[in-house]
């Protein structure tokens, strides 16, 4: 051969090699992703952010965050192996509360930008969920209109910016230094007590704070936001299922006057943050913050039954709440208290007029709907309860769950002049219900588990966490339910409370706090457990790591010293009702 074509030869088989290596490092720099269903590839180290632009335009909601390999993650990671990758929006569970905690974040940057404007220390405090929205108050400055004005304008000029909501790993001493300096005590006091050597930190332009969540890219997705003067503060705004324009504010003024109390009532026994609790923890004073916490609702129920007994026209107390309120305990404890005024009470559960299961409506999935009006026989309930009314015995019904059928055990009922029915159901407070009963015969109490804590001045303790938690606890007790089930049907739950329940909150004669401040602390030794069950494999194990991280939070009380008639006794045990 030639001496120029045996060269030819070897540059082509140097060249051929070269392609192979060539073709086998960018393979090994490729990832393969499954996405909607198809399969694609993607550069190794190509952020989920570059995906999310690429796919927007399929999804009518802003991709906020997404679920890759079954774990939630910003939109900044990037990819590193082969996976699948869900998008998840501004409308999904996980997407609304990214999106209200990042415009919560602005709005605090928002305040701070003015506060320097003016040259003077304004800090802004998140109190209460409300409405779909987040009551806040000012220290340092009036709410009124025009500084609502300046706040509403300096946000929407922070969002058109675009401004990258930053993230940054810091050591646990360094963030406790940080939010000393800053003047924020509530996180201050929390991370004393954090496990974990570091600190995720989130700014926006240089402006630091520390949440518990995840959190949007920058402030161009937080365009949608509405504030209201409201009792003294604002309401934060956010969008519901339009997720492109603010919720209007419907205030509910009894459910905000019954969280203020209790919120004041933590500040007065100093007691108002995950840190304080953990402080009288630590400190040894467990034991009297539970025999305070108690006292105060034996108090308030007392109060209640003394109101009962001054009105000898009611007959009908009608109990109702969303889940796990401990509406159980509640009735006999305020039955208890009824007596000690001279009343005869009697407990009914409005669960006893369910219709046979074969005339049970059902859902637009086919399966029976166990929680509508329309499951009850509310004829039958307003021709007994009349009767009863009138002076008539009158035999009441039981379900038998079991087969699904009424039974009549020889339950008779005759109402005297001290005599009072307590009704507990969930349909308790809709005038449908009870249509033929006189209102002056009904009281209507709402109760409901309103969490006094936060966990610090910008991340509140939301109420349904803690209802949650009540009820992995309980299902797991007395259901043998596991907590992967508790969490997969709490979204169906959920959907219920917000149709049959919380349209007629407002039209309570009385709300009822049954949370206790030291609850969360006893449940963790409970929940912790049964969370750390759920395979990291489950569509469940993100809520789970969620809820796991949130009970981190709290130092554990025994319970021990949970007395035996306590709300809570309801979901861990031992309680001397029967429960």
């Known amino acids: 051969m030639p001496i ?69 993650r910003e939109l900044h990671r990037k990819v590193k192996a082969d996976g699948e990758l869900i998008f998840v929006t501004t409308r999904d569970k996980d997407g609304r509360k990214a999106y209200r905690r990042s415009l919560t974040f602005l709005m605090q940057r928002a305040v701070y930008n003015l506060s320097r404007e003016d040259g003077k220390r304004v800090l802004v405090k998140v109190r209460h969920s409300i409405s779909q929205g987040y009551y806040c108050e000012l220290e340092g400055e009036e709410a009124d209109g025009k500084y609502l004005s300046r706040l509403e304008a300096e946000m929407g000029r922070l969002a058109r910016q675009r ?84 919720s209007a504010f419907e205030p509910s003024h009894k459910l905000f006057q019954v969280l203020k109390e209790s919120s004041d009532w933590g500040k007065k026994m100093g007691i108002a943050s995950v840190g304080a609790l953990n402080d009288a923890i630590a400190g040894g004073r467990a034991q009297d913050v539970i025999l305070v916490a108690e006292a105060l609702m034996e108090q308030k129920i007392g109060v209640l039954a003394e109101q009962i007994a001054a009105q000898p026209d009611k007959k009908f107390i009608m109990v109702a709440g969303p889940s796990s309120s401990g509406k159980t305990t509640f009735s006999h404890r305020l039955s208890i208290q009824m007596m000690a005024q001279g009343l005869k009470p009697h407990p009914i559960a409005l669960d006893d007029y369910y219709v046979n299961r074969v005339d049970t409506p059902k859902g637009a999935d086919g399966k029976y709907d166990f929680e509508c009006l329309e499951a009850l026989d509310i004829e039958l309930f307003n021709h007994d309860m009349s009767a009863l009314l009138r002076g008539e015995r009158v035999e009441l019904p039981s379900y038998n769950f079991r087969t699904g059928m009424r039974e009549y055990k020889g339950n008779y009922k005759q109402l005297g002049k001290h005599d009072i029915l307590v009704l507990e159901g969930i349909h308790g407070l809709n005038g449908k219900l009870s249509y033929m009963l006189p209102e002056s015969s009904k009281l209507k109490i709402y109760i409901s588990a309103l969490t006094q804590l936060s966990i610090d001045e910008h991340n509140n303790l939301p109420t349904t966490d803690g209802r949650m938690i009540r009820r992995i606890v309980r299902d797991a007790r007395t259901r043998n339910i596991t907590a992967r089930e508790t969490i997969a049907m709490w979204d169906s739950v959920r959907r219920g409370e917000e149709t049959y329940i919380f349209p007629f909150q407002e039209e309570a004669d009385v709300m009822f706090n049954s949370a206790l401040i030291y609850e969360l602390a006893v449940l963790k030794q409970y929940a912790e457990p049964l969370l750390f069950e759920i395979d990291k494999g489950c569509p469940e194990y993100v809520e789970a790591k969620r809820l796991l991280k949130f009970l981190d939070y709290f130092l554990p009380i025994p319970s021990e010293d949970v007395g035996k008639n306590s709300i809570l006794r309801e979901f861990i045990g031992g309680s001397c009702f029967p429960v």
């Open 4 to 72: 120029e074509k045996r060269a030819e030869s070897v540059f082509a088989l140097i060249e051929t090699g070269r392609g192979r290596k060539e073709e086998g490092r960018m393979s090994e720099e490729l990832c393969r992703l499954t996405i909607n269903g198809e399969v694609r590839e993607c550069p190794k180290g190509m952020s989920f952010l570059e995906l999310a632009k690429e796919y927007q335009k399929d999804y009518p909601d802003d991709i906020i965050l997404v679920l890759f390999n079954n774990r939630l």
């Open 163 to 246: 401004i990258p909501i930053e993230k940054k790993s810091i050591p646990t001493d360094d963030a406790i230094a940080l939010f000393q300096k800053l003047g924020m005590k509530d996180k201050e006091r929390l991370f004393a007590y954090r496990r974990s050597s570091r600190v995720n930190i989130y700014s926006i332009g240089g402006y630091q704070d520390y949440f518990y969540g995840y959190m949007a890219p920058d402030t161009g997705y937080l365009q949608y936001f509405g504030l209201e003067l409201y009792a003294g503060g604002f309401v934060l705004m956010f969008p519901d299922k339009n997720t492109r324009e603010a």
